[in-house]
């Protein structure tokens, strides 16, 4: 479990002394909902890439840095995760552009995110909490149901909502 965003940030600077490419990635989950103060601890961190040269770059820094890639679980398999890797108490569930077959990195999406973290090969996206509300609402996984119900408490705004479903 990663119960402090310094860990994630950690993973970022090691990942990024890695890479030899720029990458930009969307935090889109737990991890998100971490860093917003809305959750105590995440088991993943929800990845979105851009394209597929960006993935591919980041998946290959991973892979040179002990992460093991694993197949998903039922819960996972209709999510359409690109790939899901861990490392010790690091998972990380990737995603190439599209989630769940439906749920897509949009230009309004990049938008809408915030820089969380900026090293010379990589930076770091908090998607919003709206684009996170719908990611969680189109998955089946224990916890994002509560996820949902915290992030409404915070507030949203339903109009990015009802124009994204």
């Known amino acids: 479990m990663i119960s402090e965003f310094k860990q994630i940030k ?10 030899t490419q ?6 889109i989950g ?8 809305l ?19 980041f998946s290959k820094v991973l892979a040179s840095i002990n992460f093991k890639e694993k197949m998903p679980s039922f819960e996972y398999e209709k999510m359409a995760l690109s790939k899901i890797m861990e ?3 690091y998972r990380i569930d990737a ?6 077959k439906r749920f897509e990195l949009s230009k309004d ?10 090293l010379k090969n990589i930076v770091v996206y908090k998607c919003s909490n709206e684009d996170i509300f719908l990611f969680k609402s189109m998955t089946e996984r224990s916890g994002d149901l509560e996820d949902c ?17």
């Open 22 to 27: 720029k990458v930009n990635v969307y935090i």
């Open 109 to 118: 999406m990049i938008k809408r995110s915030d820089v969380v973290q900026k």
């Open 39 to 57: 959750k105590p601890a995440t088991k993943d961190i929800d990845l979105i890439f851009e394209n597929e040269k960006q993935y591919t770059s």
């Open 149 to 165: 119900i915290e992030i409404i408490k915070k507030g949203i705004n339903w109009n990015i909502i009802k124009k994204n479903l």
């Open 10 to 19: 950690d993973l970022f600077e090691e990942i990024n002394e890695k890479l």
């Open 30 to 37: 737990g991890a998100a909902l971490l860093i917003e103060g």
């Open 87 to 89: 490392r010790d108490d």
């Open 95 to 100: 995603f190439l552009v599209k989630v769940c």
